[in-house]
């Protein structure tokens, strides 16, 4: 089976035929206008083949062809799928996975054209190009993660220096904020004598009591008991 470069990668480039199998009207309709590039008609063929027979591995393959042309790649990716699961040959199995690996390679999901690219290698290990694409898949998911882990490790250096400094910002107001300054008294000086007389008054006061129930208790004969 014959491929053709597709940027990076590669797509098998004509429609599948099992030599086993009968090709019904709609396929070879199909296949006809995929020869001519009209992938509108030819798509339109191999649905309605499908319609009379959904497990039709071939005209899944085929509408997995055509559905990629049409730059349909979701879609595209299915129509593999479909081919897979009702393939009973396994060249066309490795031919499908290898188509659904470019399908999503076209879509950004390298995860699952790693998976495409190593089933097709499983059934056909001497595939050069499903190796080569592989190999290229599995290097920029390498590079891809480390970008992701070196993006996480600056966010990380960067919400450090932002605490840092944040504590810095905390600690330096505080230390610009005003300390308390003692309230000032708002007595008068003659009002603060005044206090102060009374209070040595109260105090005299009381030595003079104390002095006197002392001398009092002392006068008093003891009690009998």
Do not use: H
Not at 39 to 57: R, V
Request: aromatic letters at 8%; proline letters at 3%; one cysteine or more.
């Amino acid at each position: 089976m014959k491929k053709i470069p597709f940027i990076l990668f590669l797509l098998f480039s004509f429609c599948y035929r099992l030599d086993a199998q009968k090709e019904n009207v709609s396929i070879k309709k199909g296949n006809r206008y995929y020869k001519e590039q009209k992938f509108d008609e030819s798509l339109k063929e191999y649905k309605q083949a499908l319609q009379q027979s959904p497990d039709n591995a071939s005209a899944n393959y085929n509408s997995g062809n055509a559905e990629f042309r049409k730059n349909s790649f979701d879609d595209a990716a299915k129509s593999y799928d479909n081919a897979i699961s009702s393939a009973n040959d396994d060249k066309l199995k490795e031919q499908s996975y290898y188509n659904k690996g470019v399908a999503s390679i076209k879509q950004q999901k390298l995860e699952q054209s790693i998976d495409a690219w190593k089933n097709a290698l499983k059934l056909d290990p001497n595939d050069e190009d499903a190796r080569d694409n592989l190999e290229k898949a599995l290097r920029e998911l390498k590079n891809k993660q480390q970008q992701q882990q070196q993006n996480k490790d600056n966010k990380k250096d960067q919400q450090k220096k932002q605490d840092k400094k944040d504590q810095q910002n905390q600690n330096q107001n505080q230390q610009q904020q005003p300390q308390p300054q003692p309230q000032k008294s708002k007595l008068t000086k003659q009002q603060v004598e005044q206090l102060l007389k009374a209070l040595q008054q109260k105090e005299k006061d009381v030595q003079e009591k104390m002095n006197q129930n002392k001398a009092r208790s002392s006068s008093q004969p003891d009690k009998d008991w």
